[in-house]
Each structure stands twice: as structure tokens, then as C-alpha cells.
């Protein structure tokens, strides 16, 4: 999509003074807030119906996800970084922040697909019960979006070497920056409502 | 082409409050808080409270979260600098979808209130019986009325 | 609220031109207990409501259509226009107002209509039914009676009875339209709805829940009764068969898998068909679509699939059992053995 | 006119953009708004053919008691692809297709905001009603009604591919839905011509907007469920399997939170139309443009908090019932206002009775009979006598027969010269129109009666005793008139008209909105020069400028110099036009490839749990899967047992639907790698086009 909208492109900004694709990803925000809003209702009314075990506080581990949690925030930083090093037009300090995001989006995958690992040798999978279900699928969901930003994020970076994120062009940065803080803010969501919560109540 | 150019300045643009985004410093001030919110929830779990703590902590927990979420959207997505359409088409979304996570949750006929506390002990392991596919008729609803 | 039946029907009557009858056996203007006059009432609120908004919006629009014509249907462009008003905001915030007060006056009896037929009456303890949905029959079980019986529920006249609804399968929906409005069966919940009949009858009720290949034939039939003759009824359902000689093909055929005939060695147990013990006594056979006749009944022993595609009768009695397991096929003989058998089990 | 490719290097070079669409191939390439509204309008109307002959099938076999024309399984899977094809390849697409062509038209602008997006939406749709239609091939269309309810839908209930297809052609139509709407919103709040405030926008402009954002708020409710219930049965989870503690009634929910509005979706864009085409035929500015834009809005917004009333008869309990009810009651209120609204659009007019204002007219009547029996579902005290039987479906044929195809034909025959250059027959649209009018009442209307009478939906015969006979005849005679009209409207759009129709100028019907103030058929840039609005319904004003007010104008100055930001871009070096591109359906082509596959995976895991027991022994006996899947064709095919006692014919047989699975999942991840590659290619796909220099002497021919 980055090529229907280049700056020489006449069809670019609009009445509003916005750009076209700003427009559109925070429409599509809004309604990704749908999509998960159904998943993490999923997840809340289906919470005691399990039947089987495992369930939550058997396998949980708070300080892990919680590592994860700080992990995926620490990316978001490095995110708002290489957005501001591109708009002044600092290349090499954009490709190291974006790699850094990219990086540290990988770290958080890899203490998921620890964790899932886990809980599959564990005795939780999807089928097990209502809980490894609603689980798996939630958060499997939200691993997607990371992993999506992730392949994202790395195209950029790649593409910064081939001339194609300049500073006239930092709005594809910002574009993929707004997806990647949207997954940071519904994590905060499921951190809370799925990991948190388990412990209080 | 310079002036497409500058359109996507955000110092240049007049319809971005504040004049200007913010700096890095800023960036790692709002960070570190981040962090420090974050640190708080984990926090929050620990210290030993009666049963009315629980609420306590629940409501503290949501009230934090909403808060993290809050400072992400306004300052690491620009909300707060950016055009108010923006805010509005972010809000139309958020109502909508907070409005009915709310409504599904209470109008389940949940076995018990997803936000309440849980009495001890949770759940008595039930015999696992999978229908296989073909045995159509064993397949009976095994809750207890 | 009898008055105002005395007062609407007639003129629900006279709306009725089409000279079709509108009291069918599962007519809902019919209404032959509390919670289906009820719903019927409010029904009728609503309706004239509709009626009375009907012929001010559309009698205008129709005075619209017949005087705001263009002279001589079609006017060319220089034509002087007519007045360009854009609106009229006294008119629009009356508009918002009149509908808020008609809501209002359709809504309050629609509250009244939930509480009513949501709320287990004072006063007469109501008789308890458990129902069951199978695809497709219904199984009914009287818990403090001991009785169990399948598509067809006696019930006394001018009793509370309280169903208590669940399936052994998908969704169904519990209705019996001249008593009162539907519950759908679904797992997961304990649902219940009440109903009473005025007066003594047959009231026809249907699945109205899709419900697989045979939803159409999933019907039932409920029996009032007064109350004398349903305590005799009902005590009669308790006892075992009658005929104690059943013929050879029940055991040879294995009908009593699935179904029950108490009283016989071996047939307290099926549970996966309708209990047999007193089919003969029904009115209906194979869930409300034939009436119980000889001739019906063995049309459904000789081949299920035909009358109810799909059933499990058939799948699984007389397919897997009898086809691929037994290879063997019922005579004609044993057809009509089995036909007098069952029709003797009064 | 000459042409003019962008000389611009990309990051690769072959397969580079068409310049010039042409043929065949600039149809598959096109990113051009009007050729992918007509596209759009003509795929659905094909659609259109189909669910209507599903329907005369169903009325056929209604017409008299215990008929069997055909069987119980292909009746439930005719009714219920009827509703799929009518709800989401006809009256979704068919508005869709009016977005496209008109939207860019109405607010002023050259294309909408993502050409390219805008074909993948068309691609995804056109794929996706190809694979959901596909099931007939494979006699396993879906045959669960179109709201698919477990326990029903779930895999133990029904075995064969029916419900995947249906699931996943969702899913892939989904996908068409939110991208497009998305492409939309931004076009109309990004793309208005100078001077077009928010509330000088057409109104059909502004339903399209309301019913787009529906569309991105709802869509991801329905993605949820959908996926929720594929996993069930493909992935063996337990979203909704009762065994397991899941909660059937929980799909009702996310299948309602996304129906209500989708609803609106189907009803807001011919209310649009309607709200168009009144003022034109009555000389007269739309009366309370305010309050219809508003109460449109009001309709969007509430259709969100209104979706339990499709659930009053599953035991939510008094305090939900009560309360849907009186939020379902509050809707009539908006509802209300337009029809007022449109009344007084007519009053004191000089009402022209062309065809689309006939449409328009019978939309009127027939949505205010919809609305009343829509109040009368709202009572949840009788709805509990009236859901799920043939009063509903009087109900919503009223509203999406009466109302949204009536309004959708009526902006056919108000458009239909716009688009192709030519009128339509007059006579011939007043005969499609009395005929679709009396046939659709002479069906619909009975309906209602039979519902009171205890007729329930979706049951494929009924007995004599039943009482139902005559309506249900009626009925069907009414639905063979109907057939009637649709032919002659056939007939007369691709073929009477389209060859022999007297040529329309660019304002045949005295118009009030900028399509008008173009040629018909547009030039492929719209606009020759971007137009500056000075006002609602700018170009009657420009034919009547002693309308506009001296303070209106100058507020529209005001207005226009806000606008700062936008540019004319046709200058120094001509009109810049995008090039056709082969990615979106190169991308769409790769996705419908995997959403093949994924149909074909339905039921994986249990079949594989249910044939355990012969994998496990297999495994011990050191036989391989390709060893495993030969020997269960040769179980199969010989209708024996294998030598080593592993595989009897049941399981054989699973065994060989195991592997097609298999198969599905592998063809699923080869088809979303070729999406996901056209995206990439997409992306990095130079931007091309071509810039149309206009010759001075060519003005003046025009």
C-alpha cells in the first residue's frame, strides 16, 4: 500500500489535512477494538466455566508474563524513538530503534511461544477446556498482531536501505508505529484482564 | 513537492494542537512512568489483604491499566497532539467496544460474575467425556441444573 | 382486561377480510390461557398504536401523492419551483415528541406482558413438567408425579404448569401457541416458562427453533384435562403395559434400545426414543404429524425416513442395527403384529 | 486528450502498471471507482438471480401441504443460501457498488482515497461469493439457516463441509466488507471537494458513511465468532461445546451484537438513495436535512445496543427482556423522523412520478408496514408468540424487499442514465414496478397472517390440519409475479435499455448533486476541474443561483478558504491517474486460495480423535501415514479390512478425510503465502499512472 500514497502522489492528503492512511488506520484501530473487545469478552464470560484442568492459577506464572509485559512497553519506547529520529531525518538512528522494536517484538514472541510450550506440556491446550481455548486463542490472536508488526517493522527497515523511508517519507513509520502501539495498549488489556485479575480474584 | 513535503511536517501543520510533537526527553519521561504503572500492577498483587482488599485491588488494577492505556494513545500514538478526528474516530470505536464488553458480560447467564471474586474451591475436576463424532447420542448437556 | 378482549376482537375480526381462518390449531389470536391473552393484549396495543400512526403518516402521504402532483405529471426545467422549505424545527421536535409518548404507551404494557409471563403466578402450586427436546420428538417427565411420556403432555385445566426445558441435543424451542409464547431449549441453561389452559382441549405446539433435517416434524400435542380426569390420567401413565405379550419382533428388533415399555423385562430403560408404554392412548404418533392410526402406524414402522427424513429410528434402528449389524427386513406379518400390539397399549 | 505515463523507476520493473486500462485486462486491473461500482452492481445482480431462484424453489415447495418436490436436506440448504446470497452477495455488494460509483462522484472527488484496496475489496467479495456458492458443487451447501447456531453447527452435529464453506465464504466476505469501508470512510472524510462541509454532504453520501463505519464495527464481531466456531470444529476447541462448559448461547450473542447492525448496513444506504431521490422528483430540498443526517447517525448508534431482541425467546430473563425491548422501542423514534422527514419532502412539491420515484415511493410505504411490525417484535411479552415464525420473516422481507431493494432499484433507475449514458424505458419500469409492488405484497403480506396463525420459519412442509393452505399458496403466486418483474428489469437494464435507450444527457432528471454536473456516462477523471461547493445540493444551486443566500455564500468562502490543505492537482502537468494494477486480485486470488484450503481442513481433529486407537496401533506397528493412507484406499476400494487388522472400513474411510484435510491445511498456508506475497509486491509496486492532458478544442465538444 506505501506506494499508492507517495508524496508525489496528488491523491496523498486530503481537506481534512491529514493524510489518507492516517485516516484509515485509525478507522481500522477503531475497529480492531471490536476484535478484541469480542475476544476479551470471550475470554471474561467464559471464565469458571472450565470443567477440566488445568486451570489459570495452576499455571500462570506472573513474573514471566510480567517480564514480557515490560519487554513489549520497552518496544513501544524504541517505537516513538525511531519515528522521532526519522522525522529529523537521523537514518541510522531510526534503523537501529526500528531494529531494536523489531528485536524486542521477537523477544516477546519467544517468551510466548515459551509460555504456550509450557502450557502444552502442561496439560492445556486448546481443546483440554474452555480456559485453554478462550486462552490460547486470545492471546495466539494478539501473537499474530505482534508477529504481523514484526514483519512489518523489519520491512521498513529494509526498505530504509534501498532509499524508501526517508524523511518526506516518515509517515509509513508513523503508520506502522500506531499499529505497533495498539498491539503494546491491547496487551496492557490482556495483561490485566487475563493475568492479573486470575491473581485477585 | 515541497510543499506535499511539509504538509507531513507536523511542526508546519495548523491543525495539530500544541505546535510541535514532543521531544525525546518527553518520550522517556512518559516511558518510564509507563514502567513505573506497570511495576505498580505487578505490585499490586502481592502485599496480603482481606477480602475486601480484593476489590480494592481490582478496582486500583483497572483504574492503572486504563490509565497506562490512556497515556500510550495520547502520547506514544499522538492522539493528544494530533487532529481531534482522529480522537474522535479512536472514540467512536473505543465507546462502541467498551460499551459492549460491558453489556455481553452482564447479560450472559454466567455461572458467576467474571469481575467477582470466586469462592473456594473453583472447580471439581469432572470426568472428561468427549463424544467421539460418531456417537451422536451420548452427547448430553452435563451441566447441573 | 377481559374487557378490553370483548372490545378488540370483533375488530380484529373485521381486520381479519382475507376470509382465511385465522384460528388454526396454532393460531395465537386465539389466545386459551393467561399468558397468551396477555401477550395477546399487548399485542393488540401495539397493533392499534401501529393502526392509529398508520393513517396520519401515510394518510398524509397519500394526500401528498394526489395534490403535490406537477401540473400535468411532468414540469420542464424553467417551470417556476415550488416553495424550497427546508423543514420546520417547531414541527420536527413535535414529531420527537409524539413519537417518544407513543413509545411510552406501546412500551408499558410490553414490561407489564415480560413480568407477567416471566413470574410464576401466586396462590395454586404449579404442576412441574421437565421437558426435553430430541431431534425430533419431545420427551415430557412429571417429577412429583412419577409420570413419563413422550410428545403428547396431559395437563389439568386451570393450573399453573411450570415447564422446565432442556435438550438432549441443538437448540429446539418449546411452543404451544393458543397457551402462551415460546422458550427455546438451550444447553448451558435452566430455562423454564409457564403456561396455563382455561379450558379442555387438544393444543397443538411445534419446534420453532431450527433444529436439523426434520425441524418441520417436530411436533407435539398438549392435553387438558379437568382436573379429575388428569389425576386419573395421570395415574393410569404410571402403570406398566397392559398387554404383557409382546410380540417377537420387539425383542427380535431391539426396539427396547431405545425405547420404554414398563412393565416389560428389559424395557424400564430406553431412553433414546419415545416411552411406548401408553402409545396407544395418544392421539398422534412420531411427534404430531400423523394422527394414531393403525394405518399410519404402520406406515411409520415400515419405513420412519419417509414420513420424518433423517430420524434416528431410522439411522441408526433400522440402518446400523438391522441393515449392517441383523440383516434382516420386517415382514408384513411382523408389521402388522407389531401395529396391533402397540395400538392395544391404550 | 493525450496520455501521459509517470516516468518513474520502482523497486522492480516487470509487471509494471497498466497505463491505460483497455479489454479484458484493464477490466481485471481496474482500480477506476466506476468500473468497480459496476462491477460491484453487476456481480450481485447475477447473485440476485441465483437467491431469487432459491426462492421461487422455497415458495414452490410451500405452495401446498405435504408437497415433496425435493427433499427436507436440500430445502434447508436452499433457505439458507437464500439468505446468504440476499444479505451478503446481494443487498451489501448492490450498495456497495452504488459507493463506488457515486460517493467520489457526490463529494467531488477523482477516485476514492485506495484505489488499489478498493479492487482487492472487489476481488475478496467476488471470490468469496464464488467459494461460498461452490458448496452446491460439492452438494454441501450450507444448510444450518443463515445464523448458523451451535450446537447445530458444531461438528458433531454435522459432519460434512456444509458449515465450513459457510463459515470461512463469510470470513473472506468480511474481509471484502471492512477493507472497502475503511477505503470509504477516509474517501468521504478525506476527499470532499472544496467547500463540502460535513453538512453539505449529500444524504446518501452521509448514509454510506454511517453504514460504512457499521460495517468496520460490527465485521470484527462476526470475524470472532466465525473463527470461534471454525475452531470448534476444525481445531476441536470448546468455544461452544457444551460438554466442555461452553455456552451455545454465547454465539447468539456475538452472531446478533454483529446482525443488528449488519441490518442497518443493508437498510441505511437505500435510505440514502430514497433520501436522494424524493428532492429531485419533488423540486423541493430534502425537509430536515439535519434531522435525517442526525437520526441516521441515531439508527447506527442504537443499532448496537438493540441485539438481544433477537434473543427474547432464549431465557435471558425478565430484566434484559424488559430492557431490550424499551432500547429495541427507542429506535422507532429516529425511524420515525425520516419517514416524516421524506413526507415533508413530498408536501407542497411538484412530484414527478418517474420510475425511480415510483421505487422511492414504495420504499415509503412498504418500510413504514416493515417498521410497524418491527414495533410489534419490539413488545417482547408477544414477541415470544411472534419470533421465529412466518410474522418475522413478513417483517424483514418488508423491510429488506420493501425497503432496501425497493430503494436499491429505485437508484438503478435513477442512475442507470448517469452510468451508461442512456435512459431506461419508462413504460417498462412502471410495469416492473407495479408487478414487483403487487407480487411482493401479494407474498409478504399473507405472511403475517400465517405467522399469527402459528406457521413456524424454516420448516419445509406442514399438514392440511394446520390451517396454513391458502396464504401459503398466495404467497407463492405472489412470488412468481415478482419473478415477473425482476425478468423485465433484466431485460430492460442489460439489453432493451443498454442497446436501444434514448441518450441521457448529463442531467436527465434535473439533479441536485454534483454526478449530475458531469457527462453521462463520467470521463475516467470525473472532474475536469475539481468543483468548489458553495452549498447543499450545490449544483441546483448553480442552475437556481437566486436560491443561495448572500450570508451562505460568504459563509461558504469562509468555509471553502478552512479547506486549506486540499490542491488542484491538474495544472502544469495534467490529470494524474492511477494505473491499473494485476496485485489486488493477485492477492485476493492467493487468499481465496487458502480460504479453499481451510474449508477443507473442517473437522480435522475429530476425525483424528476418533480414529486414535487404529493411528496408535498403526504407529506401533511401524506403519508410515503414506503407508497408513494407501492401505485405507485399498480398505476402501475393496470394502475389506486390511491384512494387519489395523483399518476396518469406517476408519479407512476417516483416515482418507484425515489426509483431505491435511491437504486443506497445506493448500491454506500455500495460499496465504501467495496473498501475503501480493500485498508485499503491492506495496512495492511503483506508482505509475498516467497524467490526461485535455485539449482546448476537446472542451469545447462536450
Not at chain 2, 115 to 125: E, I, W, Y
Not at chain 4, 218 to 228: D, H, N, Q, Y
Amino acid at each position: 500500500m506505501s506506494s499508492e500514497v507517495l508524496l508525489d502522489n496528488p491523491h496523498e492528503m486530503g481537506c481534512t489535512g491529514l493524510p489518507h492512511r492516517k485516516i484509515l488506520m485509525w478507522a481500522f484501530l477503531a475497529s480492531d477494538c471490536m476484535f478484541f473487545g469480542s475476544l476479551i469478552s470471550t475470554y471474561l464470560v467464559y471464565r469458571g466455566h472450565s470443567t477440566d484442568h488445568p486451570l489459570p492459577e495452576d499455571i500462570f506464572d506472573i513474573p514471566l508474563t510480567s517480564t514480557s509485559s515490560f519487554v513489549l512497553l520497552l518496544s513501544s519506547w524504541l517505537m516513538v524513538l525511531a519515528l522521532s529520529a526519522i522525522q529529523k531525518g537521523k537514518l541510522w538512528e531510526f534503523r537501529l530503534w526500528t531494529l531494536g522494536v523489531a528485536f524486542f517484538g521477537s523477544i516477546f514472541l519467544g517468551f510466548q511461544v515459551y509460555e504456550f510450550t509450557h502450557f502444552v506440556h502442561s496439560g492445556l491446550t486448546l481443546k483440554q477446556n474452555l480456559f485453554g481455548s478462550t486462552f490460547f486463542v486470545l492471546t495466539g490472536t494478539h501473537g499474530c498482531h505482534v508477529a504481523i508488526g514484526v514483519l512489518w517493522l523489519m520491512s521498513l527497515f529494509f526498505y530504509s536501505f534501498i532509499g524508501g523511508v526517508t524523511k518526506e517519507r516518515s509517515l509509513d513509520v508513523e503508520i506502522a508505529g500506531l499499529y505497533w502501539h495498539f498491539v503494546d495498549i491491547v496487551w496492557i488489556v490482556i495483561f490485566t484482564a487475563v493475568y492479573l485479575l486470575e491473581y485477585i480474584i | 513537492m515541497s510543499q506535499h513535503a511539509s504538509d507531513l511536517d507536523f511542526e508546519h501543520d495548523g491543525h495539530h494542537q500544541g505546535g510541535g510533537h514532543p521531544s525525546v526527553l518527553f518520550y522517556n519521561i512518559i516511558a518510564i512512568s509507563l514502567f513505573v504503572v506497570t511495576a505498580l500492577e505487578v505490585g499490586v498483587l502481592y502485599p496480603p489483604l482481606s477480602e475486601a482488599g480484593t476489590y480494592f485491588r481490582v478496582i486500583l488494577l483497572i483504574v492503572l491499566s486504563i490509565g497506562k492505556f490512556a497515556i500510550v494513545v495520547a502520547f506514544f500514538m499522538h492522539l493528544f497532539f494530533d487532529a481531534p478526528l482522529l480522537t474522535f474516530l479512536f472514540a467512536v470505536g473505543m465507546v462502541i467496544a467498551t460499551g459492549t464488553v460491558a453489556a455481553l458480560i452482564n447479560v450472559m447467564p454466567a455461572a458467576e460474575h467474571p469481575l467477582q471474586p470466586r469462592g473456594k474451591p473453583k472447580h471439581p475436576p469432572v470426568e472428561s467425556a468427549t463424544p467421539a463424532p460418531h456417537a451422536l447420542l451420548e452427547w448430553k448437556n452435563q451441566r447441573p441444573s | 382486561m377481559n374487557r378490553w378482549i370483548k372490545y378488540w376482537q370483533p375488530m380484529l375480526a373485521a381486520l381479519a377480510v382475507s376470509g382465511c381462518s385465522l384460528s388454526g390449531p396454532q393460531s395465537t389470536l386465539d389466545a386459551d390461557g393467561p399468558v397468551a391473552r396477555i401477550q395477546y393484549e399487548t399485542f393488540l396495543v401495539t397493533l392499534w398504536v401501529s393502526v392509529a400512526i398508520f393513517a396520519v403518516v401515510g394518510g398524509m402521504f397519500l394526500y401528498c401523492l394526489v395534490n403535490f402532483r406537477a401540473p400535468g405529471g411532468e414540469v420542464s426545467r424553467d417551470y417556476p419551483l415550488p416553495d424550497q422549505g427546508h423543514g420546520n424545527p417547531l414541527l420536527e421536535i413535535g414529531v420527537i415528541f409524539v413519537s417518544i409518548l407513543l413509545v411510552g404507551i406501546v412500551a408499558v404494557p410490553a414490561v407489564y406482558g415480560v413480568l407477567y409471563a416471566g413470574t410464576l403466578p401466586e396462590g395454586q402450586k404449579p404442576l412441574r413438567i421437565n421437558v426435553t427436546g430430541y431431534q425430533w420428538w419431545w420427551k415430557f417427565e412429571y417429577p412429583e408425579l412419577g409420570v413419563v411420556t413422550g410428545n403428547e403432555a396431559g395437563i389439568p385445566v386451570g393450573r399453573p404448569v411450570e415447564f422446565h426445558v432442556q435438550t438432549s441435543d441443538v437448540l429446539h424451542s418449546f411452543w404451544i401457541p393458543r397457551l402462551g409464547g415460546k422458550m427455546d431449549l438451550t444447553p448451558g441453561q435452566d430455562d423454564w416458562l409457564w403456561l396455563q389452559a382455561d379450558k379442555p382441549g387438544v393444543y397443538w405446539g411445534q419446534c420453532t427453533e431450527f433444529c436439523g433435517e426434520s425441524h418441520a416434524f417436530m411436533r407435539m400435542r398438549v392435553v387438558a384435562l379437568e382436573p379429575e380426569a388428569f389425576d386419573k390420567w395421570a395415574a393410569h401413565q404410571k402403570e406398566g403395559v397392559a398387554n404383557t405379550k409382546p410380540p417377537a419382533a420387539i425383542n427380535k428388533f431391539q426396539c427396547l434400545a431405545c425405547h420404554a415399555l414398563r412393565g416389560l423385562p428389559g424395557g424400564e430403560t430406553g431412553n433414546r426414543g419415545p416411552d411406548l408404554t401408553h402409545v396407544g392412548s395418544r392421539t398422534s404418533i412420531a411427534a404430531g404429524i400423523k394422527e394414531n392410526t393403525p394405518g399410519n402406524l404402520k406406515a411409520w414402522i415400515h419405513n420412519p425416513n419417509d414420513l420424518k427424513p433423517g430420524n434416528i429410528m431410522y439411522k441408526q434402528g433400522y440402518i446400523d442395527m438391522w441393515q449392517n449389524l441383523m440383516h434382516v427386513q420386517l415382514t408384513d406379518a411382523e408389521e402388522n403384529e407389531l401395529v396391533d400390539y402397540l395400538t392395544s397399549l391404550k | 486528450m493525450h496520455i501521459e505515463p509517470v516516468k518513474e523507476k520502482g523497486f522492480y520493473d516487470f509487471l509494471g502498471r497498466q497505463v491505460e486500462p483497455k479489454g479484458l485486462i484493464g477490466w481485471l486491473t481496474t482500480v477506476d471507482h466506476k468500473r468497480i461500482g459496476i462491477l460491484y452492481a453487476v456481480t450481485a445482480l447475477l447473485w440476485f438471480l441465483v437467491g431469487g431462484i432459491e426462492a421461487l424453489a422455497i415458495r414452490s415447495q410451500l405452495a401446498m401441504a405435504n408437497l415433496r418436490l425435493y427433499s427436507a436436506e436440500t430445502y434447508n440448504q436452499m433457505f439458507t443460501m437464500h439468505a446468504t446470497t440476499m444479505i451478503f452477495l446481494v443487498v451489501m455488494p448492490l450498495a456497495a457498488g452504488f459507493f463506488n460509483y457515486m460517493v467520489p462522484l457526490m463529494v467531488g472527488a477523482r477516485d476514492v482515497a485506495f484505489p488499489r484496496l478498493n479492487a482487492f475489496s472487489y476481488w475478496m467479495f467476488l471470490f468469496g461469493s464464488l467459494l461460498i456458492n461452490a458448496s452446491w458443487l460439492f452438494n454441501a451447501a450450507p444448510n444450518g439457516s443463515w445464523v448458523g447456531y451451535p450446537p447445530l453447527s458444531l461438528f458433531q452435529y454435522s459432519q460434512g463441509h456444509n458449515y465450513d464453506f459457510w463459515l470461512i465464504g463469510l470470513q473472506v466476505l468480511g474481509i471484502a466488507s471492512v477493507a472497502a469501508s475503511l477505503n470509504f470512510i477516509t474517501t468521504i472524510i478525506n476527499m470532499r471537494a472544496p467547500g463540502m462541509t460535513m453538512m453539505r454532504l449529500p444524504v446518501f453520501v452521509w448514509m454510506t458513511l454511517v453504514t460504512n463505519f457499521l460495517v468496520v464495527l460490527a465485521f470484527p464481531v462476526i470475524t470472532i465468532a466465525l473463527a470461534e466456531l471454525m475452531f470448534d470444529r476444525t481445531y476441536a476447541t470448546n468455544f461452544f461445546n457444551p460438554m466442555k462448559g461452553g455456552l451455545p448461547i454465547w454465539w447468539q450473542h456475538l452472531f446478533w451484537v454483529f446482525g443488528h447492525p449488519e441490518v442497518y448496513i443493508l437498510i441505511l444506504p437505500p435510505m440514502g438513495i430514497v433520501s436522494e431521490v424524493l428532492p429531485v422528483f419533488a423540486r423541493k430540498p430534502l425537509f430536515g436535512y439535519p434531522l435525517v443526517v442526525g437520526s441516521g447517525m441515531g439508527i447506527g448508534f442504537m443499532g448496537f445496543t438493540v441485539w438481544a431482541h433477537h434473543m427474547f425467546a432464549s431465557g435471558m430473563g425478565n430484566i434484559a427482556n424488559a430492557a431490550f425491548a424499551l432500547t429495541t422501542m427507542t429506535i422507532a423514534i429516529p425511524t420515525g423522523v425520516k419517514i416524516i422527514n421524506w413526507v415533508g419532502t413530498l408536501w407542497k412539491g411538484q412530484i414527478r412520478m418517474r420510475t425511480p420515484m415510483l421505487f422511492a415511493l414504495g420504499f415509503i410505504y412498504q418500510f413504514m408496514m416493515g417498521g410497524f411490525s418491527g414495533l410489534m417484535h419490539a413488545n417482547a411479552a408477544h414477541d415470544a408468540q411472534q419470533h421465529d415464525t412466518y410474522f418475522i420473516v413478513a417483517h424483514f422481507h418488508y423491510v429488506l424487499i420493501g425497503g432496501a431493494l425497493f430503494g436499491l432499484w429505485s437508484g438503478i433507475y435513477y442512475w442507470y442514465p448517469k452510468i451508461t449514458g442512456r435512459m431506461m424505458n419508462e413504460a417498462r419500469g412502471h410495469a416492473a414496478f407495479w408487478f414487483l409492488f403487487i407480487g411482493f405484497n401479494t407474498t409478504f403480506f399473507p405472511m403475517h397472517w400465517l405467522g399469527l396463525n402459528g406457521m413456524p420459519r424454516r420448516i419445509y412442509s406442514y399438514s392440511h390440519a394446520q390451517g396454513w393452505d391458502q396464504l401459503n399458496l398466495l404467497c407463492t403466486v405472489g412470488a412468481f409475479t415478482m419473478a415477473v418483474a425482476v425478468l423485465l428489469l433484466f431485460t430492460d437494464m442489460f439489453w432493451l435499455s443498454l442497446k436501444y435507450g434514448e441518450k441521457a444527457g448529463g442531467d436527465p432528471w434535473d439533479g441536485r448533486t454534483l454526478e449530475w454536473s458531469i457527462p453521462s456516462p463520467p470521463p475516467v477523471y470525473n472532474f475536469e476541474e475539481i468543483p468548489t461547493v458553495k452549498a447543499l445540493d450545490d449544483f441546483w444551486i448553480t442552475k437556481h443561483p437566486e436560491l443561495l443566500h448572500h450570508e451562505e455564500d460568504s459563509a461558504a468562502h469562509a468555509a471553502g478558504a478552512g479547506h486549506g490543505a486540499h490542491h488542484v492537482h491538474h495544472d502544469d502537468h495534467g490529470i494524474h491517474m492511477p494505473g491499473g494494477s494485476w496485485f489486488p486480485m493477485f492477492a485476493s486470488a492467493g487468499f481465496a486460495i487458502g480460504a479453499w484450503g481451510l474449508v477443507h481442513s473442517g473437522g480435522m481433529y475429530h476425525i483424528k480423535e476418533a480414529i486414535q486407537p487404529a493411528l496408535d496401533a498403526a504407529a506401533k506397528a511401524g506403519v508410515s501415514w503414506d503407508q497408513l493412507v494407501s492401505t485405507a484406499q485399498t480398505v476402501v476400494s475393496s470394502k475389506t479390512p486390511d491384512a494387519q487388522n489395523i483399518l476396518n472400513v469406517v476408519n479407512a474411510e476417516s483416515v482418507l478425510k484425515l489426509q483431505a484435510c491435511y491437504n486443506g491445511v497445506k493448500t491454506a498456508i500455500v495460499g496465504g503465502v501467495l496473498g501475503v506475497l501480493g500485498i508485499f509486491l503491492w506495496a512495492l509496486e511503483p506508482i505509475g499512472g498516467y497524467y490526461i492532458h485535455k485539449e482546448k478544442e476537446e472542451h469545447a465538444g462536450e
